[in-house]
């Protein structure tokens, strides 16, 4: 396993699978693996596309199997002839993060391989069923041409083919700076300094051009995140107002302005949910701003802005991206001001829903910066960070 890819390990399930078919079994292995051996590499329609600023996903369709490939080494590179193949060229920089993923017909066993244009491997995903997702880090230290993106048809029907998008991050989050002020960096100890005691967190919600029944639908939904934590998170009070200009960092000025400084007594947090595109030094990227990490323990840093996000639930291929979108900006950004970082953030541990709704593409923790990458689950640490944060400083 490469530092810069997830990876999962094909199931023991499987292993037992080959080992129930006994002498039979292994020679039908061996038919199937010299029936596939005569094949040439195929590939995809299209056969190549190409992720770059202006063209941040790609989709492609598979070639219909002819057999199944239940071969334990997997796909073995780009001119591998029992894989199903597809050229994917990036034009981003260094970093930048990509995920590949496809989605077979349902009752078959897919699996997903990607190498560098030098053959190493970037990452494999193995899971026993037909929706397979790979995260990975773009690097060019491995050769500067397309990654080959191959597919494993470890059981199918004849006939039977898949549906492939690859794409790289859009919109994005701010982190903020840390408040002057020090942050703490005790999260909290169960027993000690935290007694298990439920926390609710407060929010007087700002409307600029967003509905009060759309921001208690959201903040519903933003909710969940903070649930595992044991902190209710609760769209307290509401307010309409209208702010100037577009920049992040002024609707928060003008939000502190508004209430003389400082948030109210007995609120938590102060959030803008706001229809505005909101820039960042004009750059309409931007999704959401903190004031600050760790906002919540001063009155005069508890604000945060984010956006109605217009362009959530969209679907690619035969799946789903930005699930949830205005929720999760909320989320986030509270969760800044709750002492959580992007860098506590991860690919491995998101989208914990996967099995209620495989076709969510959202691979990455909540405080992943890219919104179309982010679940709606915290990493372990951000959570007991926030939980740390809520215990000590939030209202009683």
């Not at 890819?5 to 693996?33: F, H, K, M, P, Y």
């Not at 597919?151 to 859009?170: H, M």
């Not at 205005?326 to 800044?336: L, M, N, P, R, S």
């Not at 998101?350 to 179309?372: I, Q, Y």
Request: aromatic share 6%; proline share 5%.
């Amino acid at each position: 396993m490469s530092a810069d890819s997830t990876t999962w390990n094909v199931s023991e399930a499987r292993d037992v699978q080959l080992r129930r078919g006994g002498a039979a079994g292994l020679a039908a292995l061996l038919l199937i693996s010299m029936a596939i051996l005569v094949v040439p590499a195929s590939a995809a329609d299209p056969a190549q596309g190409t992720i770059s600023a202006t063209n941040r996903q790609v989709a492609w369709t598979g070639t219909a199997f002819v057999a199944s490939n239940p071969s334990p080494t997997g796909c073995l590179g780009a001119t591998d002839p029992s894989c199903d193949h597809f050229a994917l060229t990036v034009d981003r920089p260094r970093g930048a993060k990509i995920e590949v993923a496809i989605a077979g017909v349902e009752g078959d066993d897919l699996d997903l391989f990607v190498f560098y244009s030098d053959g190493t491997e970037v990452g494999r995903s193995t899971s026993p069923t037909s929706i397979e997702r790979i995260v990975f880090d773009h690097r060019t230290d491995h050769g500067t041409g397309a990654y080959d993106v191959a597919v494993q048809p470890w059981l199918v029907l004849p006939g039977d083919s898949y549906e492939g998008v690859a794409r790289t991050t859009n919109a994005y989050l701010a982190e903020g700076q840390e408040c002057l002020e020090a942050v703490p960096d005790s999260i909290g100890v169960p027993g000690v300094t935290d007694l298990g005691q439920t926390i609710v967190l407060e929010v007087l919600v700002l409307l600029d051009g967003v509905s009060r029944e759309r921001a208690e639908a959201v903040f519903a939904v933003a909710a969940e995140s903070y649930a595992p934590a044991n902190v209710v998170l609760v769209a307290d009070q509401f307010r309409s107002v209208r702010f100037d200009g577009t920049e992040g960092s002024e609707q928060i000025q003008q939000a502190k302005d508004l209430l003389r400084g400082a948030r109210p007594a007995g609120i938590d947090v102060v959030y803008i949910l706001t229809s505005k595109d909101i820039t960042d030094a004009g750059d309409p990227g931007l999704v959401g701003l903190a004031d600050c990490i760790g906002g919540v323990e001063h009155a005069s840093h508890a604000f945060a802005v984010g956006e109605d996000v217009p362009f959530e639930n969209l679907p690619l291929g035969p799946f789903v991206t930005i699930v949830d979108g205005t929720a999760k900006v909320i989320a986030h950004e509270i969760g800044h001001l709750m002492g959580a970082h992007h860098h506590y953030a991860n690919c491995v541990e998101g989208n914990l829903d996967v099995a209620e709704d495989p076709f969510d593409l959202s691979p990455c923790t909540l405080m992943f910066n890219f919104l179309d990458f982010i679940s709606k689950n915290f990493s372990a640490l951000n959570l007991a960070v926030v939980r740390g944060h809520a215990v000590q400083f939030a209202s009683p």
